[in-house]
C-alpha cells in the first residue's frame, strides 16, 4: 500500500531538483531533453513551457506515454515520473509560469508560439540516499564485508 508520505516524498523531490529529462517517443525510437519542470501536486501535473516549432509537440501527439528522469547527483536523490503529456494553449498559464529561464528562450509570454506541455503522472519512482559521501562509505563498507549497501528509500508510488 502507498504511503501519503510516499506521494508527498516524490512531489517535494520534483520541486527540489526542478530540471529533468522529458523522454518521449519518436517512431520506434525514444528520445530525451533537458526541460525545466513546474509542479503542481493540488492539480496532479507537471508543466513545462514548450514551443509551438518543437519536434516533442508532434511526437506527443502521436504518442502521449512519456517520463520524466529528475537527478540531483550531489544529493543521491532520483526521481522518475511515467505519465500522459499534452499540448495546451492556455494563455493565462503561460503568464502564471513565466519565470527567468523563459526569457532564454522567447521575450515574453505573450509569444504566440508559446504552449503548455502538461504531464500527468500515473507512477512515479524515487531513490532517496542519505547522501553521496554516506552513499561512498556504505558501499565501501558493503564491499569489504561482502554485502549489500543499505542506500536509502527506493519507493514506486502510484500518482
Not at 12 to 27: A, K, P, S, V, Y
Not at 33 to 53: C, G, H, I, W
Not at 130 to 153: E, L, R
Request: net charge negative; with cysteine.
Amino acid at each position: 500500500m502507498v504511503e501519503h508520505d510516499d506521494v508527498t516524498r516524490v512531489w517535494e523531490l520534483i520541486d527540489r531538483i526542478g530540471f529533468c529529462m522529458l523522454t518521449t517517443r519518436n517512431g520506434d525510437g525514444l528520445r530525451a531533453r533537458p526541460m525545466s519542470a513546474y509542479s503542481a501536486q493540488l492539480e496532479n501535473a507537471v508543466y513545462f513551457l514548450t514551443d509551438l516549432a518543437s519536434h516533442k509537440d508532434d511526437e506527443i501527439a502521436r504518442w502521449p506515454n512519456v517520463c520524466l528522469a529528475f537527478a540531483d547527483t550531489k544529493g543521491q536523490k532520483y526521481v522518475s515520473v511515467s505519465g500522459t503529456a499534452e499540448v495546451q494553449n492556455d494563455r493565462e498559464k503561460i503568464r502564471d509560469l513565466w519565470s527567468t529561464p523563459a526569457k532564454a528562450w522567447w521575450d515574453n509570454p505573450d509569444d504566440p508560439s508559446i504552449r503548455i506541455l502538461k504531464i500527468t503522472p500515473s507512477s512515479a519512482e524515487y531513490w532517496d540516499s542519505p547522501g553521496t559521501i554516506v552513499s561512498y562509505i556504505k558501499m565501501a563498507a558493503a564491499a569489504v564485508s561482502n554485502s549489500k549497501p543499505d542506500m536509502g528509500d527506493n519507493v514506486e508510488v502510484k500518482l
